[in-house]
């Protein structure tokens, strides 16, 4: 065991090896599995309440205090307070919302939805971008890398031009990433190459990049990315009063998020900070369903840390075999090969939790009621809420509980989506959306063509009642 109070750790339990928290890497050097940062509590000092974050409330000059992650460092120590890199993420916010509620099935206020298209470049990475920046600054890294479907390219690339403190090239596949994001990474001035193939095409190029030419990636195989996103549920708890909600519904793409939740609430319990933890469901795109397939219909658990590899290695070989490709309005979620498989097992396992696939037709009519709630979010987003609607017809949730679903993007991340759903009719869908298997727009709020005539005007808004 290393002497430090935070390192890096080995998931897999028939190794465990640990390095240092100054090291960079992507994975275990001595068997190839994912890597954890551990904390030797015995040597924190940790808060013997999640109240006393509340202190900070009235410090928020204090740009760490301020941030929505890093007021939560005590929970996240790896790095000093003068080593953290921070741009005001994590001002988000947690709201009941009463139609939602009703769509879902539960009761007016216990659907909430934790809106993550707040931060700085419109999604959740922020969170654990804000952590990996810092490790990067840490270990003196001048180049950052990612491969990303949008968001985590916008949100490097953010971070990058904000600090000044290191270039970043992002690679994205061809016809894979919505203009909302890919203009994000191009304005904030990050290197963009386009790969001749989709997000797992990427993600295989630059971590052999990264890995040839010594850049740090940023993808959430980094295992610091994944501490920040752990600050999401901390503010989830904290805009419950630090109450445990029963469900976090989340969308399931490279499972970071998925995974980065089971870690916060297995060390909050192992602190005794929360006296239960909550269920976690994770929802994927029917076109993008490779965990609901592992582990709801081949059932791959995480058994321990000794998961059936052979098994998940031979669905991977049958999926190449086949040249299968995710395919999904909901791109922020289209990737087939999640990094993070592994760990999201571990949060199933920790969390009691549940895995569910949706359809495009079901994402684009939840986004439309979470609209019409207030919230506007990208596709990908609304596969939470359609998710817990699943669950709540099949009588998983019930109507007493309390269901928390994250939102983790903004809007305008793909506003082509929103309107061509709006644009459409009931009974004419629009074309491409059609081509992609959308059949209706039941909850479609388009604009009505009036010509300019005041008389006519008003007739038409009396019409519309």
């Avoid at 193939?197 to 990315?225: H, M, T």
Wanted: with cysteine; net charge neutral.
């Amino acid at each position: 065991m290393p002497t430090e109070s935070a390192y890096q750790i080995c998931i897999n339990p028939a190794c465990r090896k640990t390095y240092s928290v100054d090291e960079v890497l992507s994975g275990c050097t001595q068997c190839g599995n994912l890597l954890d940062i551990a904390y030797d509590w015995n040597k924190l000092p940790v808060p013997k309440s999640l109240r006393e974050f509340e202190a900070r409330w009235s410090s928020r000059s204090n740009p760490l205090d301020y941030s929505g992650v890093w007021r939560f460092r005590e929970l996240m120590r790896f790095a000093a307070d003068d080593q953290i890199v921070t741009i005001g993420e994590g001002q988000t916010q947690l709201r009941a919302t009463a139609s939602v509620a009703k769509y879902v099935g539960v009761k007016d206020q216990n659907l909430l939805l934790q809106y993550e298209g707040l931060n700085p470049s419109g999604s959740f990475k922020d969170n654990g971008m804000t952590a990996a920046s810092t490790h990067a600054r840490m270990v003196g890294a001048k180049m950052t890398a990612c491969a990303s479907t949008g968001n985590t390219s916008a949100s490097l690339a953010i971070y990058g031009s904000a600090t000044g403190l290191f270039d970043v090239v992002v690679f994205v596949g061809s016809g894979k990433i919505a203009f909302g994001k890919l203009s994000q990474a191009l304005d904030y001035g990050s290197k963009t190459l386009q790969i001749e193939g989709d997000f797992d095409d990427a993600l295989k190029q630059v971590r052999d990049v990264c890995k040839a030419e010594k850049i740090y990636l940023c993808n959430s195989v980094n295992p610091f990315r994944l501490e920040g996103q752990k600050s999401i549920m901390f503010r989830v708890l904290e805009g419950l009063g630090w109450d445990v909600p029963d469900w976090i519904v989340a969308p399931g793409g490279n499972l970071g998020n998925s995974s980065a939740f089971g870690k916060a609430f297995s060390e909050l319990k192992e602190l005794g900070l929360i006296s239960r933890i909550p269920r976690l469901a994770v929802i994927n795109a029917a076109g993008a369903n490779t965990l609901n397939q592992l582990y709801g219909q081949q059932g791959i658990r995480w058994n321990g840390g000794y998961t059936d590899d052979a098994k998940i290695d031979g669905f991977f070989d049958v999926m190449d075999r086949e040249n299968r490709r995710a395919s999904t309005l909901a791109t922020a979620i289209e990737i087939n090969r999640p990094v993070n498989l592994k760990k999201c097992l571990r949060a199933l396992d920790v969390c009691n939790g549940v895995v569910r696939e949706v359809s495009d037709q079901a994402i684009l009519d939840a986004k439309a009621k979470i609209g019409a709630g207030g919230f506007g979010c990208e596709p990908a987003s609304a596969a939470s809420v359609a998710g817990a609607r699943l669950l709540r017809e099949e009588g998983i949730i019930a109507p007493s509980d309390r269901v928390v679903c994250i939102l983790t993007g903004h809007q305008l991340k793909d506003p082509n989506a929103t309107v061509g759903y709006h644009s459409s009719l009931p009974h004419r869908i629009d074309p491409k959306l059609a081509s992609m298997g959308i059949q209706s727009a039941s909850f479609a709020n388009g604009p009505v063509p009036v010509p300019n005539n005041l008389e006519r005007i008003l007739e038409v808004l009396r019409e519309l009642g």
